[in-house]
């Protein structure tokens, strides 16, 4: 690390690069030193960094001249644009690419960035700045693997890490990229419907998230399947079953599946337009 200023470095300060930032600083072993190419320099993304006593720059390029691990977190549709301003860079050795661009492929990344030998693609979401983040990482073949276990022991500290080959790649962007945002969805209809029926929004709202979170976590630590446990709860003629009824009628289980079949659709089109 002794060739590079700094250990971290973000191109691309919204929410998916602070998310990770704030997971580095917060849950890490170590203290990265760590800079953040924000070329807007917007008052609210200025005072998250801060917060985290980050320093910035306006200059992209600069992210790749004095960082070791570079992480990509821009919008897909901002790639050409921005990879074409910070590609002539020359070669140096040791440096690690880390992209968390829904949709760009290694094979996109290695003819965009050629003076970067080690590059690895991942998939994630914010809430890795609670530790609690879902990452698949691919890493390209020619990365050695102490490479991709430094970076996976890193992305340990902000979630339950994974590595898949990158055909699954759309597949984990629709279920865990965008499915967290499906997640909120339902707890937001859980807590409507909580409310509905009588209680206070509060109340209801809290209620409703502790409920979501206390399922995942019965289906993580008993290993069981998830229809296994709503059979737990669901006795004969009871309030559980007419719940469900209802849930299937409404279409619930066929909604929640064709959300994540067009989200990982979505990232498949975007893979093209990266391009």
């Known amino acids: 690390m002794s060739n590079f200023?700094?250990?971290?470095g973000f191109i691309g300060a919204g929410n998916m690069g602070f998310a990770l930032a704030e997971g580095f600083v917060q849950?890490?072993?170590?203290?990265?030193?760590?800079?953040?190419?924000?070329?807007w320099r917007l008052e609210e993304k200025q005072k998250k960094w801060e917060s985290l006593e980050i320093v910035r720059t306006k200059e992209n390029s600069e992210v790749l001249e004095k960082c070791r691990l570079v992480i990509l977190?821009?919008?897909?549709?901002?790639?050409?644009?921005?990879?074409g301003k910070i590609t002539n860079q020359e070669k140096t050795q040791g440096q690690i690419l880390v992209s968390v661009v829904a949709g760009l492929s290694l094979e996109t990344m290695k003819?965009?960035?050629?003076?970067?030998?080690?590059?690895?693609?991942?998939?994630t979401n914010t809430a890795c700045l609670i530790k609690a983040g879902v990452i698949a990482i691919t890493p390209a073949d020619d990365v050695p693997a102490t490479l991709v276990t430094e970076v996976k022991e890193l992305l340990d500290s902000c979630g339950v890490t994974e590595i898949v080959p990158e055909r699954c790649m759309d597949a984990v962007t629709g279920m865990s990229g965008s499915g967290i945002a499906f997640v909120y969805?339902?707890?937001?209809?859980?807590?409507?419907?909580?409310?509905n029926a009588g209680l206070p929004r509060n109340?209801?709202?809290?209620?409703a998230a502790q409920t979501v979170m206390a399922g995942a976590q019965m289906v993580m630590e008993t290993g069981r399947h998830p229809g296994s446990l709503k059979d737990d709860v669901t006795s004969p003629a009871g309030?559980?079953?007419a719940g469900i009824r209802a849930a299937e009628r409404?279409?619930?289980?066929?909604?929640?599946?064709?959300?994540?079949?067009?989200?990982?659709?979505?990232s498949e089109e975007l893979s093209k337009l990266s391009k």
């Open 5 to 8: 200023e700094y250990d971290i």
């Open 27 to 39: 849950n890490a072993s170590t203290s990265p030193k760590i800079l953040a190419a924000d070329p």
């Open 73 to 83: 977190s821009i919008k897909p549709q901002l790639f050409k644009a921005v990879a």
């Open 111 to 123: 003819q965009t960035f050629p003076q970067i030998k080690n590059q690895i693609r991942i998939m």
């Open 185 to 195: 969805q339902f707890i937001e209809a859980l807590a409507d419907g909580g409310v």
């Open 203 to 207: 109340v209801a709202a809290k209620f």
């Open 239 to 241: 309030t559980t079953i």
């Open 250 to 266: 409404g279409g619930l289980r066929s909604a929640v599946i064709e959300a994540v079949t067009a989200a990982a659709a979505r």
